[in-house]
């Protein structure tokens, strides 16, 4: 069984979104000893944002030769996740939505005739069958009876990119209010901590 990690926060070690994104995959580890991960930080090895050339090449154009590498590493980009039978993803909230460098990433694994299509009823999906988990991390309360719902972009979107690629399920594990102060920090964490570790084992 493979699982492939990926966290998205410029925090480094000071990062909520990367300590639960560790614990989830320790706990998978431990209840699974032989699962094979591969790790992916798109803050070390950020991929660019697509420009004309990428869409260009993807339509069959030749490529310019300094894209050349970043189109190998779209390719084994989307392999990593083709192959994953568990993603676990870390997510901070950055001004009410996901991370560049995530957003990078997610423009390099939602691909036509890869992990999605369109047929006579509309998009399909091809991606099913994968668990998804995603580490959330935002610095106030967007819950759904808080009066800043309607800002929240992160889960919200990324139930919506999964649930196209056919993931219909995904599961989320938050840590809120993480700017509040030390308090709510730490009881946010420690709260996403202990969620991590109660995870059904893969």
Known sequence: MKLLHIDSSVLGPHSVSRQVSAAIVDRLRQATPSLDIVYRDLTQTPLAHLSGSHLAAAQGAPAPA???????????????????DIVVIGAP???????SQL?????????AGKTFQYGAN??????????VIVAISRGGFYGAETPYAAGEHLETYLRWVFGFIGITDPEFI?????QIGPDHREKALAGALQAATSLQAA
């Open 93 to 99: 909230m950055y001004n009410f939505t996901i991370p």
């Open 66 to 84: 300094e894209l050349g590498p970043d189109l190998a590493a779209s390719v084994a980009v989307l392999n990593e996740f083709l192959a994953a």
């Open 103 to 111: 957003k990078a990433w997610i423009d390099r694994i939602l691909v």
């Open 122 to 131: 509309g998009p399909q999906g091809l991606a099913g069958g994968k668990r």
């Open 174 to 178: 938050s840590a809120d209010g993480i």
